[in-house]
């Protein structure tokens, strides 16, 4: 073969490999928003067979071969060397697994999800704990499986934000800790901020009412956005002009859908404007967790938490609900949404307390990998961990180690990410500062001009560049957790005139 | 291979269509309901390649073998027997068309519907004529290939409707002829019924809310359907517990989005009623398209625009629309819902001239395969028999010749089970009737009654019978079209008081 046919074989690969994807990934989209219940175990079996064609699509050895041949290629064009190294590194991390075990952990995941539902629900974690122990069993084998020599919660972490590991991360969410902590608590004793209209009875079919303005105002085109509602928010999509998000509203609370759905059109914004050249490749669906949630997290924290987000936007919410907040100004409401105060439920945190929520799962993860923590009992330990760094401890099991879903599914090593993402936004955010007015666009319903920079700077190269090198090329510099800190502690130092 | 290992094989391909039916039901719900628009050509692509992989799962030539010797395997229980069969007739038919001939005459489909759809736009029947003949060329090749002695617009006949030919169908609309036209002409002279007041503003939200009670009335349970919005209502699913059905809201009329929804969900209850067992294979997907149109026309025109209906549903209809329908008894009401007035479109036909509407198109199908019909100058001679059986004649072909979609895509043979269904269901209900009180059932909230019924005699046996063995079997005797044609003439004689 010669370069060129061996490009059309990729090519083709490729191809196949997308197909499968766009199949699964809207079976997943379906079964997460409108997919009746009673049907789940007919479709789980044959979505468990479609995943097993596409692993052996993407086993093939005659390809794995081709991408060894491939990266030895001196002539190919940078995207593409990018993309070979990257499917190389998946085929490697796939093929080592056998393909019965690999449909069988399949079948797991989706009876494991299913069952962390119904535990939820019954708010009985005894129902999911059998569930979560085969998962993290089954997860160990396939990653023992790699045969690398790197600690196994290491290759997880990793593999959601390559570079990283437990020496990094340790010493993410020590300086966490060290400023944090004493910051929190700091806030904590402070006196209080006004926020109980944010919880009057607010109807859900107005509050949706209000969100065809918000998505507007976000630019999430209807031409290649589309929301729904789901219990867990969450965004996929199957290429750049076709994302999906979904937000959860909530009667007792007016922010909470909209901040939701900030966050995740936040996640769907970078995916469509990927390089459009990249969908259905690995460059455009291979973004790691941690510079997504930067981006999800930027738009929700860094943006929409701000005075010159609601200074365009809070007529708007005033006159969709009059009876709540005709007396509250827009100043008592964007304090409101700021203020910080130690909670069960992580997607309900605030911006000061969320990392914490996250050190606790990093904590437990660790551990379980480790052997110094049990499935067994779980619960209370969660509980203890939570009343150990928030001070709060929650009186069901729903509210505590229920509450997510990652954890069903065999996402380990995913959740540190969250806080990592808020650090990267932070670094992002203050240098879009030094180059656009970006208090001005949002006050002045140019939300485009963000959305541009991000564009320019980050979003279009999906992952063309690892996240290290987007974050030199877009700031500057390597990155550093203190801006992140600096801008915690100046944010709350004046909410609360410490 | 012994027995049991040939039945091994057997059931590892129809489970691998099964699933690949399964993605592309799936895929092909979320095109219509949600997907955004601008991912269409990516999704399309990637759709075409997943059908293609289908194609090569059923068209296994290796299969094709094992199905022949399966076939004379004695020992076969009759279910096994029954779905080796109807499996063998679908392989052949498939398989005896060169690939090239069958992707060429895929793609004269897309252009022969493009054409249409422009020819619709524009009005213009001379843009969709010379492609209808090469859809009908390209057709009557694809069934030559078959090598069947039955003539080629029998096959036709007998794949929508196994058992069906143009002898039967002769008989069965030369029946509704000799009847129907005259009664037609006395309702159209007798003193009309006032529904202006179905025809008033009716908020959609409205409609939407209500809907919720109606599809409780039914029975259509969110465990195992869901039902969403679209142009044009239809009903899919995945397997037994997992049935999606649409409508659409027209603000200008109160009843459509209501019988669209009873019909769909007549499709739904049977599909759901099927027995589990059958579930991914054959004997669940392959029910005949007359069958199915019996039960879709069963709950709409035989239940739900019954008084017995409406004295259950009218008054939550009367709360919901005091304005527009306090005035309204129900009885006027249901009065109004049964109306027959010739028309143009079929899809907006009553129940009593909707089957001359199906007779016009019998008539054209079949003149066109024996050549007593041409496609050129169809337009004036699909209006003449309009003008023959209807007195009506469209002014434009876009609500003549141009109506419907079904020649583009070479579906010729499908229209007369249409018609068929309604008949059929004529049958049926007058044996449920004799069995089950139908009327207090649906006066008294008890819908399941006459579904438990239906499940009983028809549902639960999918295509395990043909249709002819099930009406044997549910009412003690072959299908006899007196039993629909009195059905008619006693109801019209009595609401127009002839």
Redesign the interface.
């Known amino acids: 073969m010669n370069l060129n046919e061996k490009l059309q074989k990729y090519n083709e690969w490729v ?2 490999m ?3 994807r ?2 699964l990934s ?2 997943a ?2 079964k997460l928003t ?6 789940a175990d ?2 789980d079996k ?2 468990a ?2 995943a097993g064609e596409l692993f052996s699509v993407q086993t093939d050895p005659e390809m794995a071969q081709l991408l060894n041949e491939l990266r030895t290629e001196e002539s190919l064009d940078g995207e593409t060397k990018k993309a070979v190294e990257l499917y190389a590194k998946m085929v490697h991390d796939t093929v080592c697994i056998p393909k019965d075990e690999f449909v069988a952990s399949e079948e797991l995941m989706n009876a494991s999800y299913n069952a962390w539902l119904e535990a939820k629900m019954k708010n009985d974690y005894s129902i999911f704990e059998p569930y979560l122990k085969q998962v993290i069993e089954i997860m160990k084998k396939r990653y023992e499986y790699r045969g690398s020599d790197m600690p196994l919660y290491d290759q997880m972490l990793d593999d959601y934000e390559p570079g990283m590991n437990r020496e990094k991360y340790d010493a993410f969410f020590g300086a966490l800790k060290e400023r944090l902590v004493p910051l929190i608590k700091k806030v904590t004793e402070a006196e209080q901020i006004d926020e109980s209209f944010l919880h009057q009875e607010f109807d859900k ?1 107005d509050q949706k009412k209000y969100m065809d303005q918000i998505l507007a105002y976000l630019h999430f085109d ?5 929301q ?1 509602e789901t219990e867990h928010p969450f965004t996929d ?3 750049s ?4 998000t979904t937000t959860k509203y909530l009667k007792d609370n007016v922010v909470s859908a909209i901040l939701s759905t900030v966050h995740e059109v936040g996640h769907a914004t970078y995916q469509h404007d990927v390089d459009e050249r990249y ?2 490749t690995i460059l455009a669906a291979g973004i790691s967790s941690g510079m997504h949630e930067s981006q999800s997290r930027l738009f929700e924290n860094y943006l929409a938490r701000t005075g010159a987000f609601w200074e365009a936007n809070y007529d708007g919410l005033q006159k969709q609900f009059p009876q709540q907040l005709g007396n509250v100004s827009c100043e008592q409401f964007v304090n409101a949404l700021n203020i910080a105060r130690p909670s069960l439920i992580r997607t309900e945190a605030d911006e000061l307390t969320y990392p914490m929520h996250i050190l606790i799962r990093y904590e437990i993860e660790k551990g379980l990998f480790d052997g110094s923590v049990s499935t067994e009992g779980l619960d209370r330990t969660w509980d203890d961990m939570y009343e150990k760094y928030l001070g709060v401890r929650s009186k069901t099991a729903s509210a505590g180690i229920l509450q997510d879903v990652h954890w069903s599914g065999g996402s380990f090593g995913y959740f540190p990410t969250y806080a990592l993402g808020s650090a990267f936004a932070a670094q992002f955010v203050r240098k879009m500062r030094q180059e656009v007015d970006v208090d001005e666009a949002l006050r002045s319903g140019h939300f485009e001009i963000c959305v541009n920079w991000l564009k320019e700077h980050i979003h279009k190269y999906g992952c063309r560049y690892d996240a290290d090198e987007i974050m030199k090329m877009a700031t500057g510099e390597p990155f550093n957790v203190n801006y992140y800190l600096d801008y915690l502690e100046d944010k709350y130092t004046k909410l609360y005139k410490l």
Chains 1, 2 share one sequence.
Do not use: H, K, Q
């Not at 409108?34 to 049907?39: F, I, R, S």
């Not at 209807?222 to 589309?226: E, K, Q």
């Open positions: 191809f196949r997308s197909a499968y766009m199949a809207i079976i989209i379906d409108v997919a009746p219940e009673a049907g007919y479709r044959r979505t067979f479609l079919a209807p031409s290649w956005g589309y729904n999509g199957t290429c002009n076709d994302m999906r969908d259905g």
